[in-house]
């Protein structure tokens, strides 16, 4: 009887001990569900979700305060794998937060129009635009993400939205027409 | 005379109706120059070449045109000596009709060329110094991926290259340039192996040749011994479409096979095309950079079928012209060969380093609609890569493109066999094909993504750091001011010092005013006359008033 009780609290004893030495050894900074969720967003952040950037989102998500529908700029693709990753369904993306369009954007700056006031650059989240006071101002389109939110800043309008015009390099082959159904098949199916 | 080599096989294949004789009745068409040459920057796997001449300047034949930028790019240089027209955007030979940056020279006709420097005795040059002059003679890989032909010579990190692999077996129906090639140039082919061999510093070469070219097989064996060559093996393997695949050659020559997502340098091999061995002999002996290439023209869209050496850059409608024109019934327009290659829209595009092939067809092989997949499983029967075409074909259908990786997509060489064999003619290859450009469109993004959540985090940092910077100096602003208060007392006997000094100033000049005044002493006439005068000017302002 004692021998058992022994063994028992010597054997929790230990691996109460090696337990708590693995959490302080191993203890991992900052949330990795939120890492996870911030990789899959598209990080335009252009604050179409309601937060004020991706990682915002990405840890309301985390909390449960916010719903996996609300990015635009990821559409389908960005729902879907949140989803996956965190055993929910699949939902369409919530009209509320806008919609989702295929065509990549980025904006440029009409450079005769430039009062070069720097708001844009102010409110640019990846410093995509160039220039200073009384300057001309121009973005630099590879960094460009598309959020067009230097746009509504702008007191003179010079700032406008262009398609990325696609090249040899970024053309995607099409999906080909699906199989139609046979005659014989579709005679079947009306069976 | 050898024991016959033995030879392994491929999984799948087929067996396809030649139609080479219809482009080799003849000798190879001189190169013609045309009216304008278009040279897109970019013919080759990598990056785009950078132009280093301007519009209007004058060129010669051979001249750099434009340089290699970064490790994977090779320089393109003026086919002919004409005037640079243009730089600017136009069509390439691409499945998507899309523009590309382009240099056109307008050809003078003198053919003038630039001093070519030649190497007598490469065997006395180190391979690296080898690569580099035929990186700078901008040779690709003219099978028709168009791969930096230089880095291919480049054994790595490995001492010894077991074997290399000339790929002379043209495998796809229609093209025949590089048969054509190998009967009239067996010696510059030869030659050019021995270059690649001392590069490669490789022991031992197989040339591996399909068995229906026997012209062409028995060129280049009397070449051999002809030069008394006993290191480079020539072999007649099967003609089985698509033999001419990388991988798949090297099973039938080796038996060994190409790891996945591997190179054939992984197992000591490296395959070269049997057109880039002769253009890198005209490199290093003549010191000619790659400027022409022999292209088949073919089909019976064309009135005058046949393989033609053709200046890089000449335009298709030209060249087709100039050889005799379109047959009246022509529709379809193929760049490439019938299992491979691809529909052109428009025949205003250039020839460019990877064109080994133009189709031009009378009746199109309209393949009727495509019908829901039976599950036959011809398709695998036939994959050369050893894949499942079906379960692909599924999962790039339902855009599921993590699980189409798993099945190995990127393991496709895009041969067409499963396409071919469909009994119910579902577009295989074009699922595949989607399928790939859809997931680099995908990494492209995330790519992207990464670097935008990068820049995202460095500007909120450094907003934050701003932030403390501004707090900091209004702290430190603050603690001077308070400072500045409290040592005021202290001051004061600096103040008085300042105000005793004021009080002297204010003295001096007082005293100054009552000193200098011109009305001072004055004698009595004077002061008469300014009385008077006085008295004139009160009279003269009073006037106006009395009127």
Known sequence: ?191 | MMTPRKLWSFHGGLHLPGHKHVSTQHASGAAFIPERLILPLQQHIGEPAEPVVNIGDHVLGGQLIARASGYVSVPLHAPTSGIISDISEQKAPHPSNLKTHCIIIKPDGKDDWTELEAITHYQQLDPSALRNRIRDAGIVGLGGAGFPSFIKLNPGTRTVIDQLIINAAECEPYISCDDQLMREQPRDIIQGIQIMQHALQARHCIIGIEDNKPEAYSALENTLSELSISDIEIVQIPTIYPTGGEKQLIKVLTGKESPSHGLPLDIGVVCHNVATAASIFAAIQFGKPLISRMVTLTGDGINNPGNHHVLIGTPVDEWIQHNGGYHPAVQQLIMGGPMMGFNLETDQVPIIKTSNCLLALNSPENSPPAVPCIRCGACMDVCPAKLLPQQLYWQAFARDFDKVQDYNLFDCIECGCCSYVCPSQIPLVQYYRFAKTEIWAMERDKRKSDQARLRHEFRLERIEKEKQERAERMRKKKAALNASKSAASKDDGKKQAIEAALARVREKKKQNDSDIKNTNNLTAEQQKKISEIDARRKKSTEKPVDD
């Open chain 1, 1 to 191: 009887m004692l021998t058992a009780i022994i063994t028992i609290s010597l054997l929790a004893a230990i691996f109460g001990g090696l337990l708590g030495y693995v959490a302080v050894k191993f203890h991992i900074e900052g949330d990795p569900v939120v890492d996870q969720i911030d990789a899959l967003l598209p990080q335009t952040q252009c604050g179409q979700c309601s937060f004020p950037g991706c990682r915002p989102y990405a840890e309301a998500i985390a909390r449960g305060e916010a719903d996996i529908n609300q990015c635009p700029p990821g559409g389908e693709s960005t729902i879907v794998a949140l989803a996956d990753l965190l055993g929910l369904d699949a939902k369409p993306l919530n009209p509320e937060n806008g919609t989702e369009d295929d065509t990549k954007t980025v904006v440029y700056i009409d450079e005769q129009v430039c009062i070069g006031c720097t708001l844009c650059i102010q409110a640019c989240p990846v410093d995509a635009i160039l220039g200073s006071a009384k300057q001309m101002h121009t973005v630099i389109t590879d960094e460009c993400t598309g959020c067009d939110l230097c746009i509504p800043p702008c007191p003179v309008e010079c700032i406008h939205i262009i398609p990325v015009k696609q090249d040899i390099h970024t053309w995607k082959w099409p999906r080909p027409a699906p199989p139609i159904a046979s005659p014989q098949t579709s005679a079947k199916a009306k069976v």
